[in-house]
């Protein structure tokens, strides 16, 4: 149902969505080891999420007839200089996700694809709210500073995502 040339694209995304997730694995495990239990327990969801994410990419080749191929995820990262600079890489990896899907849209608006375009539509979507989810942490930063005050106060509020 969906071209080959488009498979292999989403191929690359839901191993990229496994690598995302393994990503904040490694943030979560930063966090983790520093005490930080709000933002620990942020970047587990975010995880979680990431696997959903491979999970609709994989059930849609299934459904569309293609198969599912994986590739080797690269090594994670365990360490950082402090936790404004996890947040800032992990908004800029939204940044490159976002980039991604797009990729993955024009090539099914090249090919006429609507079954793919309807499924993109909700990643483009769901890309919307995870960069203004970083970048609204972000902006604490920028805002507040890197003071323990700061730390202690998004780690609290971090810590109630659901």
């Given at each position: 149902m969906i071209s080959k040339r488009l498979a292999d694209k989403i191929n690359e995304q839901l191993n990229f969505?496994?690598?995302?997730?393994?990503?904040y694995k490694g943030m979560e495990a930063f966090f983790g080891n520093e005490g930080l239990t709000g933002f620990q327990h942020f970047m587990?969801?975010?995880?979680?999420?990431?696997?959903?994410?491979?999970?609709?990419?994989?059930?849609?080749?299934?459904e569309t007839g293609n198969k599912v191929?994986?590739?080797?995820?690269?090594?994670?990262?365990?360490?950082y200089k402090c936790p404004k600079e996890v947040m800032q890489v992990a908004y800029e990896h939204e940044q490159e996700v976002t980039k991604r899907i797009k990729e993955l849209y024009e090539i099914a608006l090249e090919e006429k694809d609507y079954v793919a375009l309807t499924t993109?539509?909700?990643?483009?979507?769901?890309?919307?709210?995870?960069?203004?989810?970083f970048r609204g942490i972000m902006d604490r930063f920028a805002l507040l500073g890197e003071a323990n005050t700061t730390l202690y106060w998004i780690d609290k509020e971090l810590g109630h995502r659901e």
């Open positions: 969505e496994l690598e995302s997730g393994y990503i587990k969801l975010q995880a979680e999420e990431e696997y959903a994410h491979h999970d609709k990419f994989a059930n849609f080749l299934y191929e994986y590739t080797a995820i690269p090594e994670v990262k365990n360490e993109l539509d909700w990643f483009l979507h769901e890309q919307i709210e995870e960069e203004d989810t």
